[in-house]
């Protein structure tokens, strides 16, 4: 693998465009499904749907998927368990308890606590404006998580946190371990190989999550939406979106790809309002412009 540089081609920039707005429906699609079935279930339908268009594409493209090594096993095994068992299970719990356009906005979190891990891990050093960016972008979450009433929930955390936001919560840092964790696994292993082994390792975790379940849900009353959330959650939100995804942090390093995952909440509010009928708070396009501003600062810093 080259070394991450500063440089992320116009093409590339584009790519990661798209996967965030990707990534933005699949809270349009995650609400639909953690609506109609058990969250297990629909975490491992959309993996199985993923996995088996993975598979098929490292065939077409690469030849196939290569043997792995002791470490690399281990590798793939982390990024399964992190960012598609772990997230998903709390994308979805999330999703079971609060609006898609409230969850989305959560991401906001990302790209600020990537920032942090990479200097305190990686040394990626963190100059003045950074620092600021990130105070901004948490303070924009604050006002996001808090529905702009910071003092309320200082007095009563339970009147704006609650089990949905816990669960997105800990989606963020399940996503953040998994950004992290993805540079080990690039040293050598392409995207596609990469994305592949870690969705088939995070499908055969829910499956084992999911058993109990599956046989609970009426699938032939399913009505065409879960269907269509089902196969863009595993397609579009999932295989297209997470090779892209590498791609981007091969060529450029995780603290510049991840940056991009700051127009997910965006997209997420705008296709919720749309699609969903969902109400957009003041307080959200508030806390929305601080973090998006702030993680625009850190990114502005990171690319000098």
């Known amino acids: ?64 998927l290569p043997r ?24 979805f719990g999330a999703l079971a308890h609060i609006p898609a356009g409230r969850t989305a906005l959560f991401v906001t979190l990302s790209p600020v606590t990537v920032a942090v891990c990479s200097a305190v891990f990686f040394g990626e050093r963190l100059g003045r404006l950074r620092w600021l960016g990130i105070v901004l972008a948490l303070v924009g979450a604050a006002v996001i998580i808090t529905r702009g009433d910071l003092a309320g929930t ?27 964790l993805s540079r080990r696994a690039l040293v050598s292993l392409s995207p596609i190989a ?45 295989v297209v979106a997470f090779v892209w995804y590498y791609q981007g942090i091969r060529a450029a390093g995780p603290s510049k790809t991840v940056i991009f995952t700051n127009l997910v909440p965006l997209f997420g509010v705008l296709l919720s309002a749309l699609l969903l009928g969902e109400s957009v708070l003041l307080s959200m396009v508030v806390g929305g412009a601080l973090s ?7 990114n502005h810093r990171a690319g000098r």
């Open 1 to 64: 693998m080259k070394t991450p540089t500063n440089h992320m081609p116009a093409s590339l920039a584009f790519k990661q465009v798209l996967v965030a707005l990707f990534w933005g429906g699949t809270f349009i699609g995650g609400r639909v499904l953690a609506q109609a079935m058990p969250l297990t279930v629909a975490a491992f339908g959309r993996y199985l749907i993923a996995s088996l268009l993975l598979v098929w594409v490292a065939f077409r493209m690469e030849g196939g």
């Open 154 to 180: 200082v007095q009563d955390i339970g009147r704006s946190f609650g089990r949905g936001e816990l669960s997105m919560l800990c989606a963020v840092l399940a996503w953040v371990a998994y950004t992290l």
């Open 292 to 298: 998006i501003a702030g993680v625009m600062m850190v």
């Open 68 to 91: 792995l090594n002791r470490q690399q096993v281990f590798s793939t095994a982390l990024l399964g368990l992190t960012g598609v068992f772990l997230y998903n299970l709390f994308f």
């Open 194 to 238: 990469a994305t592949t082994y870690s969705a088939l390792w995070g499908c055969l975790f829910l499956g084992l999550s999911a058993a109990g379940h599956i046989a609970s849900v009426d699938w032939t009353a399913l009505g065409w939406p879960v269907w269509a959330a089902l196969f863009y959650m595993g397609a579009f939100g999932t």
